[in-house]
């Protein structure tokens, strides 16, 4: 006889991002498992928030506390409602000699929350695991976001349910305020080299494609403190604009010493990022520059 390998190619590579999407919508993305040996493969597929063993791991602390190094759990936020927020069809089969699998994956969360994520594995005859793909999204209750940078906040997020908007405008006699949210940009600059170069990020503001709102009214950006900014050695590519729903626009921001700086203290720069869509919405950004040597 002949002892022959199962071997499979994913189309996917570690990481299937679903993006952002408005809360209480649905979006789907497909990946492709491709059978590259001889014979006929069993699989199923499994997602780690549906396993037996599930209740038992979260009773360890998260990771955010016992490790810097993982932000965000395996299997992140869930639906309030009990139903997995990733699901995928088909789930089991025979994948014959030669031929491919179209996967279908579902991402339906049901509150706002930028931490959704799962696990996914591909299993071959019940034993042998021959893919594992991260599975991530956010949910946003209005069609605008903000990416890149390091959040301030917790990834884990509390099991009580917060009041819906109408409710905490209520209680707060119709003046609510958006609260606002941080985010940290570090830029390295490196000093020693023969060819010196600006150190460069960048921040991400989207606005969401969607049927739910009934205003199509584009998505407007700008920054304050920008004379400060540049006083201190920041340079922002596109410190206002308009986004269009459905687009996504990457603003670089650059660094480069004044000449007034000293290496020894530490510059930390604030300033408002405003978005204006449905809502008007602000972020705090920090801006926190650094020199490190090249040798």
Same mark, same amino acid.
């Given at each position: ?79 309030? &409602?009990?139903? #997995? ?14 031929? $491919? ?11 706002? #929350? ?9 299993? /071959? ?9 991260? /599975? ?30 109408? $409710? ?6 119709? &003046? ?17 080299? $023969? ?19 009934? $205003?199509?009214? &584009? ?18 590519? #596109? ?53 490190? #040597?090249?040798?």
């Amino acid at each position: 006889g002949h002892g022959v390998m199962p071997s499979t190619v994913c189309s996917v590579d570690e990481v299937l991002d679903m993006g952002y999407v408005i809360a209480r919508e649905k979006v789907t993305s497909t990946f492709k498992i491709q059978n590259t040996s001889t014979l006929t493969l069993q699989y199923s597929v499994q997602l780690d928030s549906l396993s037996s063993t599930r209740d038992k791991d979260r009773q360890r602390l998260p990771s955010f506390i016992t490790s810097s190094l993982q932000r965000t759990e395996l299997v992140g936020t869930q639906n309030y &409602n009990g139903l #997995s927020v990733f699901s995928i069809f088909p789930t089991e089969g025979e994948l014959v000699a030669g031929k $491919s699998q179209d996967f279908i994956v579902t991402f339906s969360p049901d509150h706002e #929350s930028l931490y959704y994520s799962d696990r996914l594995k591909f299993v /071959l005859f019940g034993k042998k695991i021959a893919h594992v793909i991260r /599975l991530k999204g956010a949910a946003r209750d209005h069609p605008m976001f903000v990416e890149g940078g390091i959040p301030l906040d917790v990834p884990i997020e509390s099991l009580a349910v917060t009041l819906p908007t109408s $409710s905490q405008e209520a209680l707060k006699g119709g &003046n609510l305020q958006e609260p606002v949210k941080p985010i940290l940009l570090i830029l390295e600059y490196t000093e020693g080299e $023969s060819s010196p170069v600006p150190a460069v990020t960048e921040l991400k503001v989207g606005a969401i494609q969607t049927a739910q709102f009934a $205003s199509k009214k &584009n998505v407007e950006f700008s920054f304050d403190s920008l004379p400060l900014l540049q006083q201190k050695g920041f340079t922002i590519e #596109s410190a206002k604009g308009t986004i269009e729903r459905g687009q996504v626009k990457c603003i670089s921001v650059s660094w480069v010493p004044p000449a007034d700086f000293h290496a020894d203290d530490p510059l930390l720069v604030t300033a408002l990022l405003t978005l204006k869509g449905d809502i008007k919405e602000s972020y705090r950004i920090l801006f926190m520059a650094k020199v490190v #040597s090249a040798y």
